[in-house]
């Protein structure tokens, strides 16, 4: 997948390179799932600091290593890197988790980060745990960093209406359908990354012809979406369908479907990005696919009222 990184963005495989090229550095260390308004404020405080920030973050996700069910980041890699960057990043220190880094102690990383990356500030958010089993608390990595003349700076999780942001907290809420909390804990729309893949051809048939996304991400609820899809540098708007289209067969696989509004030419095989800006409305099954295409007009014109900004008269969506 091609995304539009810094130039020449600072990405390293290990501590020492970065604190080779980025010493004295202040480190931000986590997984950086989402780089959400938490991970973000962690940077902000970084950079007040002054010197160069460095993120240390892990890939594969700890979660993926383990096989913590089934896990699906909130984001792919490549995105991942790039949102460290804008988020405030000078260099990434982006570590290889394997086997000997899952074993390694919680003092022998601390120490790491102060003989190989050279750190004089780490700075963490208040649930941060590290080290083989999660032994490291804040209590260890700060006794271990003053041992070496470096400081620990903790900073409280963000809220977001009352809640505490967390990736967790925001699959969540994906999960359950409340997608302007997820996208607030975001700090923008929540954006499915992939490749447009060949369907059945059924959107066509019923004359709302439909880009069908392979992503390998944390899936929202299933419903339909007001989204801005992004083709190319084009951004189109659409009407995004998550479900199992059951008023067109039974037992069909999860579809991740784009019906790209004012939209020709040819996306199959191309990269395509989908920001879900509104939950529009559960998945219906129809009684025929008349009922169907009747409906997928007013989803139409929900998108269209939305982007626009103006009210939605007679887009009544339906129930279940």
């Not at 271990?144 to 967790?168: I, Q």
């Not at 929540?190 to 392979?214: D, K």
């Not at 929202?220 to 059951?246: H, L, N, Q, T, W």
């Amino acid at each position: 997948m091609q995304l539009n990184l810094p130039p020449s963005p600072p990405v390293f495989s290990t501590l020492r390179d970065a604190g080779r090229d980025l010493a004295p550095s202040v480190a931000v260390i986590g997984n950086f799932d989402g780089v959400h308004v938490g991970h973000r404020a962690l940077f902000a405080f970084a950079r007040r600091l002054g010197g160069p920030v460095v993120a240390v973050t892990f890939t594969p996700h700890p979660a993926a290593f383990f096989g913590r069910g089934e896990y699906r980041p909130l984001a792919p890699e490549p995105w991942k890197l790039m949102k460290l960057f804008e988020a405030g990043a000078d260099g990434v220190a982006n570590l290889p988790f394997d086997a000997e880094l899952a074993r390694m102690p919680a003092a022998a990383f601390a120490a790491a980060l102060v003989d190989d990356l050279r750190v004089r500030r780490v700075a963490v958010g208040e649930d941060f745990h590290f080290g083989s089993g999660r032994e490291g608390d804040i209590a260890l990595l700060s006794g271990c960093l003053g041992r070496f003349g470096a400081r620990l700076d903790v900073l409280a999780l963000e809220l977001v209406a009352g809640r505490p942001v967390h990736s967790r907290t925001i699959r969540a809420a994906l999960a359950e359908g409340e997608l302007d909390l997820a996208n607030a804990m975001l700090g923008g729309p929540y954006v499915l990354h992939g490749e447009v893949e060949r369907g059945f051809g059924w959107g066509s048939t019923l004359g709302f012809p439909t880009a069908n996304l392979r992503a390998d991400q944390w899936l929202p609820a299933d419903g339909v979406y007001a989204a801005m899809a992004k083709v190319g540098a084009r951004p189109v708007p659409c009407a995004f369908s998550i479900g199992r289209r059951e008023t067109l067969g039974e037992d069909l696989p999860r579809a991740l479907e784009a019906h790209l509004i004012d939209f020709e030419g040819d996306v199959y095989g191309h990269p395509m990005s989908v920001a879900l800006l509104r939950f529009l409305r559960p998945q219906i099954r129809f009684a025929s696919p008349e009922m169907l295409v009747e409906q997928v007009r007013r989803d139409v014109a929900g998108v269209r009222a939305i982007l626009d900004g103006t009210p939605e008269r007679g887009t009544d969506h339906g129930h279940s």
